[in-house]
T-cell receptor
């Protein structure tokens, strides 16, 4: 079983709609959770970090964490074509190393 | 503040050769982590260095090694290259490598093994 799992997609969302990206993790000792965005041919850049249960909002982005269900999600409101990218979920486990999911490719359709 | 830099950006090698990649972290950052990214396996953690010591290691064979210098710059070496080593190698730096710290990625070195 993979430590961090994401739907590989591709996920297509109309411009202006809400994009919902999901991630589950297997290590109950995980304490820190990150969403990175990676454009084709570029390196990952941090979008959101979340450490406690609940929602965290930053502009059009909302991260949601549910440690009991071992689930973390990212919502993108008012999706823009520039949001088209691969989104990587990353988790820091008990051994402190960052483990990434394989990513979800998101396409925003104008 | 300058970001993470990696050299070279592109590299072509043949099987059996060895390669050394370099990473300069953001000024003041003491933790450097290395990752391998391939289409099939995604981003996989190789190792992390902090204050010139390897602090964490991923599940890669001993052909993959690294080191860190006193100025926090890091190098990784891959010996006896195999075709499967073709990948994007990313380095990321953070201040102390703590669990809640953001890791900032460099542009990567794209390695092609023929």
């Amino acid at each position: 079983q993979k430590e961090v799992e994401q739907n590989s997609g591709p996920l297509s969302v109309p411009e202006g709609a809400i994009a919902s990206l999901n991630c589950t993790y297997s290590d109950r000792g995980s304490q820190s959770f990150f969403w990175y965005r990676q454009y084709s041919g570029k390196s990952p850049e941090l979008i959101m970090s979340i450490y406690s249960n609940g929602d965290k909002e930053d502009g059009r982005f909302t991260a949601q964490l549910n440690k009991a269900s071992q689930y973390v999600s990212l919502l993108i409101r008012d999706s823009q074509p520039s949001d088209s990218a691969t989104y990587l979920c990353a988790v820091t486990g008990g051994n402190e190393k960052l483990t990434f999911g394989t990513g979800t490719r998101l396409t925003i359709i104008p | 503040k300058a970001g993470v830099t990696q050299t070279p950006r592109y590299l072509i090698k043949t099987r059996g050769q060895q390669v050394t990649l370099s990473c300069s972290p953001i000024s003041g950052h003491r933790s450097v982590s290395w990752y391998q990214q391939t289409p099939g396996q995604g981003l996989q953690f190789l190792f992390e260095y902090f204050s010139e010591t390897q602090r964490n290691k991923g599940n890669f064979p001993g052909r993959f090694s690294g080191r860190q210098f006193s100025n926090s710059r890091s190098e990784m070496n891959v010996s006896t290259l195999e075709l499967g080593d073709s990948a994007l190698y990313l380095c990321a730096s953070s201040w102390g490598g703590g669990q809640q710290e953001t890791q900032y990625f460099g542009p990567g070195t794209r390695l092609l093994v023929l």
